[in-house]
């Protein structure tokens, strides 16, 4: 759960707060946090649109940026893949961040920060 939520580089008693709303754990499993109707209807909205079928309904004006996860390697192939199309269909402009999960926000708020000051 650690690697999923965020990786090593800012680990914090508050983060780890945090952390927890993200996931139940039970028996030492760990499950998503979303109950009953609102997971129904976030995987229902997955199974009709496709992220990447989407993509081509997007504006052609915008300027769009994907600040890209590094952690945990091994899901490298599938971001690259995953982000590659993004890029292909909108244009879009992927960068990637070292060591920082999909919650990057939290592993290298700076980052984001700069890129957000940068474009507004």
Known sequence: ?????????????????AAKDLALVKDGRYYWHARGKTAGNIIRGMHKDETEDIYENLPNNLNI?????????????????????????????????PNVSHMLHWDNPEVVIKEIKERW
């Open 1 to 17: 759960m650690d690697v999923a939520v965020f990786g090593d580089s800012r680990r914090t008693p508050l983060l780890m707060t």
């Open 65 to 97: 940026l994907l600040l890209h996860a590094t952690l945990p390697k091994s899901q490298d192939a599938y971001r690259d893949l995953t982000s590659g199309i993004l890029e292909q269909k909108t244009g879009a402009t992927v960068k990637l961040v």
